[in-house]
């Protein structure tokens, strides 16, 4: 993805109040972050580790969303709905995001199950196992690309709406 300046990450939240904008601090190794090799950028806040923060571009524009690490464990076969991963190298946690807008206001709430550290750009790059002689790696792992995108993108829209 193009890189994110830090003033664009804290103008495209779409669900967070001013005063939580304000109060976002990001991770150490921002200056380092390897913008080509993610469809997304998520990190979660160093001084409040319960909030987390996800931008995708959509059409160019980044939208983020801000989300809240939810006390309910999934279970351990539980899979990340956005990269799918299925060798699970990290634990996957729920995260509720709150709707953008009115809605949002009500206390209406979006949830889902995401890579805890969102390192799911990464996990769809490695090459999965391969299922069968013959099998196109390299174009299964383009398709989880574009898929994993796409996932985000669903969910920014979902938020948004
Ligand atoms: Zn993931």
């Not at 524009?61 to 190298?89: F, H, I, Y």
């Not at 099998?135 to 979902?158: Q, S, T, W």
Request: proline share 6%; glycine share 6%; charged share 30%.
């Amino acid at each position: 993805m193009l890189p994110l300046t830090e003033s664009q990450i804290r103008g495209s939240l779409i669900n967070a109040s001013r005063k939580e904008v304000k109060d976002i601090t990001l991770p150490s190794d921002f200056d380092d972050v390897d913008w080509d090799r993610l469809d997304y950028y998520g990190f979660r806040d160093r001084k409040a580790p319960r909030r987390g923060y996800v931008v995708v571009r959509i059409d160019d524009k980044p939208v983020g969303v801000m989300l809240r690490k939810s006390e309910v464990k999934p279970n351990n076969r539980a899979q990340c709905s956005w990269c799918r991963d299925v060798t699970l190298p990290c634990d996957v946690v729920f995260f509720s995001a709150r709707r953008a807008g009115s809605a949002g206001k009500k206390g209406d709430t979006l949830g889902t199950l995401v890579c805890e550290d969102f390192s799911c750009s990464e996990n769809v790059r490695r090459l999965p196992p391969l299922p069968y002689e013959g099998y196109d790696l390299e174009a299964a792992r383009d398709r989880r690309i574009v898929e994993l995108y796409e996932h985000v993108v669903g969910f920014a829209e979902a938020v948004a709406a």
